[in-house]
């Protein structure tokens, strides 16, 4: 009993997780491109949205547009490397969803093959890792000096944000202090 609750949490988990990554809009590598329908909206934004905007990576880095240019292929280069890597991810997903669904096997064998297949998932999000690093190894080759210590402070800025995020959830810090509880 107890696995098939474990079996059955893991499977609706992963169909959550799924499911929020599929209603993530598509960021498409040609901005500029928009659907018709969005360009005629007007943009609603106050003064305090203003100032909560963050500067793009090329105007923080200064980037000219040589390097703008070369961003952009590496960029493009990684999005096509990185790809199938994040289909086979989403395919070994809706496998474990499969197996977990499927009456015919025991728990002990949902079990074994999902396992099996999480370590799959867990090998193909270091083999996406390894691409990232590579890529942004390869932008830092096109920097100067300067723009490299500016692009490691916004590493560390954006690693500090991540903890944040970690450890008070996606909603940032509280804003006030919880009564100890008795």
Request: hydrophobic share 30%; aromatic share 2%.
């Given at each position: 009993?107890?696995?098939?609750?474990?079996?059955?949490?893991?499977?609706?988990?992963?169909?959550?997780?799924?499911?929020?990554?599929?209603?993530?809009?598509?960021?498409?590598?040609?901005?500029?491109?928009?659907?018709?329908?969005?360009?005629?909206?007007?943009?609603?934004?106050?003064?305090?949205?203003?100032?909560?905007?963050?500067?793009s990576?090329?105007?923080?880095?200064?980037?000219?547009?040589?390097?703008?240019?070369?961003?952009h292929?590496?960029?493009?280069?990684?999005?096509?490397?990185?790809?199938?890597?994040f289909?086979?991810?989403?395919?070994?997903k809706?496998?474990?969803?499969?197996?977990?669904?499927?009456?015919?096997?025991?728990?002990?064998?949902k079990?074994?093959?999902?396992?099996?297949?999480?370590i799959d998932?867990?090998?193909l999000?270091q083999?996406?890792?390894?691409?990232?690093m590579e890529?942004?190894?390869?932008?830092?080759?096109?920097?100067?000096?300067?723009?490299?210590?500016?692009?490691?402070?916004?590493?560390?800025?954006?690693?500090?944000?991540?903890?944040m995020?970690?450890?008070?959830?996606?909603?940032?810090?509280?804003?006030f202090?919880?009564?100890?509880q008795?």
């Amino acid at each position: 009993m107890k696995k098939s609750l474990i079996v059955a949490g893991l499977a609706a988990s992963i169909m959550l997780t799924s499911s929020i990554a599929n209603a993530a809009p598509q960021v498409t590598p040609d901005n500029d491109k928009q659907p018709a329908v969005e360009k005629q909206l007007p943009k609603k934004c106050d003064k305090k949205c203003d100032k909560q905007k963050r500067p793009s990576i090329d105007d923080r880095l200064k980037l000219t547009e040589e390097q703008k240019k070369q961003a952009h292929e590496i960029r493009m280069k990684g999005h096509e490397q990185i790809k199938p890597v994040f289909e086979k991810i989403k395919a070994k997903k809706a496998e474990i969803i499969k197996i977990a669904q499927d009456q015919k096997l025991s728990d002990e064998q949902k079990t074994k093959k999902i396992n099996a297949l999480e370590i799959d998932i867990l090998k193909l999000k270091q083999e996406a890792r390894k691409i990232r690093m590579e890529n942004t190894k390869e932008f830092e080759s096109i920097l100067t000096a300067d723009q490299k210590a500016e692009f490691n402070k916004m590493k560390e800025e954006g690693r500090k944000m991540h903890m944040m995020k970690k450890r008070h959830g996606h909603r940032g810090p509280a804003k006030f202090e919880r009564a100890p509880q008795k």
